[in-house]
């Protein structure tokens, strides 16, 4: 006897443990062994209904179910299964079709109905198509086809529960995923071409909704709330909030909106892509108020001289860039020469700061032992003037004294180079020569800055002097005498820096051009000889 030829139907004549020891000597056997044992841990703790109206095969059944399921229920006709699932709600469903009072396809269908989770299998001795239909119609798990095999039997039982166990651990996750989802701080929408699709739990509450079919029939359009702020993100005239960040999703923006008792609250706000939706979107709302920037972001009042600004609040803000990944940039000079890089924050801590960023700018952070930082999401720019660690290896930098600047060099409109260390400069003051220690700070087509051991006696603001350069970035000489007027002082431990502006005929102006120009290109090649140890 082999074990094809051995079904339920002919284990009347035969013992349980008969059929299990023939098993053992054939090919098939080994598999169903196999497949047994599987059975056998993965059903603990599972339930089983079994419904059946024949006697000797229900009893024999019966036998074999209970030495795998922890809790088996057995029925004789399709009224009393659904009693049975009605009470206990047990995890796979095995039944006849054939059956009394209610057949087992129409018990199928109220139990899918109940519980669409169950697993039901049928069995019958016909394989007619409309059982077969009405099978895949009612999404039942396995339709076999009597006399049914053992090996058959507990294999799409031990499907069954790994099926279930499977959807188990889906509802799980998703149970937790869901759960993370409405309880934490941020407020998180998914939109499709701008339309919401998902929100969690403090969006639904700040835009007052119980779910997004109530978000989308009262707010068409989410950004409706964005209210217009100096540096903000909002509807504008000439572009909307959504097309704003479809220009670059990469950035992060400030949002600012008035919550139930008036308040004005800023976020900000990040947009992620998901990968292979182009359409999608998803939106973070970070909520920044209590760091009090939104007067800082004021254009109107950042304007004004006013260096009341909160480190805490500075490094809060650093903190939010650095959680949404967000790019900073990284600014520096080099004799004149603007060097600029992104750069990503490692750490903030205190009034300390580490950044990773390129070679390039690593070595003219180091030149100039200082940096400025830039982004989207600061009111204004950040100067770092104490470097503490650069490290080549690691392509990170170490930064401390950091503090918001109201102005800085990013914002020239004319560029500064330091010239040639060769160059010689004289200052007339009336009909005085100046006697003292002087040097050229930097140079640009409208203004020179001097450097002075000694301020020149009655110098005044405003007043006129005459100042001659002598410059050597070509075999030859650019001499350049110029009348200038005296625009501002600023007084250093040792020395005096002095800005003039430069009143120069076309001629003249035509030839700082050309100095310029070449003496930017001798610096450039220094910077990148400098980069390579040469």
Same mark, same amino acid.
């Given at each position: 006897?082999i074990?094809?030829?051995?079904t339920l139907?002919?284990v ?5 443990y008969v ?10 056997g ?16 599972m339930?089983?209904l079994?419904?059946?109206?024949n006697?000797?095969?229900?009893k ?20 009393e ?9 047990p ?5 006849d079709i054939?059956i009394?009072h209610l057949d087992?396809?129409?018990m ?9 989770d169950?697993k039901i299998?049928?069995?019958?001795a016909?394989d ?6 009405k099978?895949?119609e ?12 053992l ?6 039982l031990?499907q ?6 499977h959807?188990?651990?889906v509802?799980l ?6 759960s993370?989802?409405?309880?934490q701080s941020?407020?998180i929408?998914?939109l499709k071409?701008g339309k ?5 739990q403090?969006?639904?509450d700040?835009?007052?909704?119980e779910d997004?079919?109530e978000?989308n029939?009262k707010h068409?359009?989410?950004g ?25 999703r990469?950035k ?10 008036g ?9 992620r892509?998901i ?5 999608y979107g998803v939106?973070?709302?970070?909520d920044?108020t ?8 004021d254009t109107?009042?950042s304007?004004?001289d006013?260096q009341i600004y909160?480190?805490k609040?500075?490094l ?8 949404n990944n ?10 004149? #020469? @603007?060097?600029?890089n992104d750069a990503?924050?490692?750490? $903030?801590?205190?009034?300390? =700061? *580490?950044?990773k960023?390129?070679? &390039?700018?690593q070595?003219?952070?180091?030149y100039?032992q200082?940096?400025?930082i830039?982004s ?9 003037d ?20 109201s102005t800085?060099p ?7 180079i330091v010239?040639?260390?060769?160059h ?7 009909d005085?020569?100046y006697?003292?220690?002087l040097?050229?700070v930097? #140079? @640009?087509l409208?203004?020179v800055?001097?450097r002075?051991s $000694?301020?020149?006696?009655? =110098? *005044?603001?405003?007043?006129?002097? &005459?100042?001659d350069?002598v410059f ?11 009348k ?8 250093t431990k040792?020395?005096?820096?002095l ?6 005929d076309?001629?003249?102006r ?6 310029i ?5 001798s ?11 040469k």
């Open positions: 006897m074990l094809s030829k051995l139907n002919s009347e004549s035969v013992r349980i059929i299990i020891y023939i098993v053992k000597f054939s090919k098939r080994h598999k169903t062994m196999s497949t047994l044992k599987e059975l056998q841990q993965e059903a603990h703790g339930s089983i079994y419904v059946e109206d006697p000797s095969l229900q024999n059944a019966t036998k074999l179910l209970e030495k795998f399921f922890s809790v088996v229920y057995v029925a004789s006709d399709g009224a299964g659904l009693k049975l699932f009605q009470q206990h709600r995890h796979i469903v095995l039944t054939k009394p087992g396809m129409e199928a269908k109220r139990i899918h109905h109940m519980a669409p169950t299998i049928v069995l019958s016909f007619e198509k409309k059982y077969l239909y099978a895949i009612l999404c039942l798990f396995r339709f076999l086809k009597k006399p049914v095999s090996h058959d039997l507990s294999t799409v031990h069954a529960i790994l099926q279930l166990e959807e188990r651990k509802h996750f998703q149970a937790q995923l869901g993370i989802f409405n309880y941020s407020m929408i998914m071409k919401p699709l998902i929100a969690n403090p969006l639904l700040f835009y007052h909704v997004v079919e978000l029939e068409k359009d989410i409706e709330r964005f209210l217009e702020h100096d540096g903000f993100l909002y509807n504008q005239p000439y572009q909307t909030w959504l097309e704003k960040i479809l220009e670059d990469s992060i923006y400030n949002v600012k909106m008035e919550d139930d008792n308040e004005m609250k800023h976020f900000i706000l990040k947009c892509d990968p292979k939706k182009k359409d939106l973070s709302f970070d920044v209590e760091l009090n920037l939104l007067e800082i972001f109107k009042r304007k004004q006013k909160n480190t609040a500075m809060d803000l650093l903190n939010v860039i650095q959680r967000a790019k900073i940039s990284l600014h520096n000079y080099y004799k004149g #020469i @603007s060097i600029t990503v924050i490692i750490n $903030v801590d205190e009034d300390f =700061l *580490e950044l960023t390129a070679y &390039t700018q070595k003219a952070i180091q100039e200082k940096t400025l830039t989207e999401a600061l009111p204004q720019p950040i100067v770092c104490e470097v503490v660690k650069i490290s080549f290896e690691k392509q990170s930098v170490e930064l401390k004294g950091l503090h918001f600047v800085s990013i914002t020239r409109e004319t560029i500064r010239p040639d260390a060769t010689q400069v004289t200052l007339f003051f009336g005085t020569k006697s003292g220690d040097s050229i930097d #140079i @640009s409208n203004a800055k001097l002075l $000694v301020l020149p006696a009655g =110098l *005044e603001i405003e007043d006129e002097v &005459t100042i350069m050597h970035n070509d075999k030859r000489p650019l001499i350049i005498n110029t200038a007027k005296f625009f501002r002082k600023r007084e040792h020395s005096f820096e800005i003039f502006m430069l009143e120069m076309v001629k003249v035509t030839e700082l051009v050309k100095y120009t070449k003496r930017q290109m610096i450039i090649r220094e910077f990148k000889g400098m980069q390579y140890g």
